[in-house]
């Protein structure tokens, strides 16, 4: 029989890099930093999969410049 899959961090929106060399991987909605992943600290401590997972979001596109946003930067060079 086959472990549950856990979470994967690096694609929750709580996940983040700390600057503790120590303690590189962060939580935000648990309020730890540790030396392993997070969902394997909740995983090893409570015996279940992180029960605050949230997959992040798609990196914003960036954004199209229109006719308007260019007339207006032209606008603002005439100023100058």
Partial sequence: MSEPKRPHCGRCRHAYTTWDGKFPHG????????????SFVVQQ????ECQLFQERLAEAAEPQTTEEDTARVDRFERRR
């Fill in 27 to 38: 939580c935000r909605a648990h309020g730890f930093k540790s030396a392993q992943s997070p």
């Fill in 45 to 48: 401590s409570s015996g279940m």
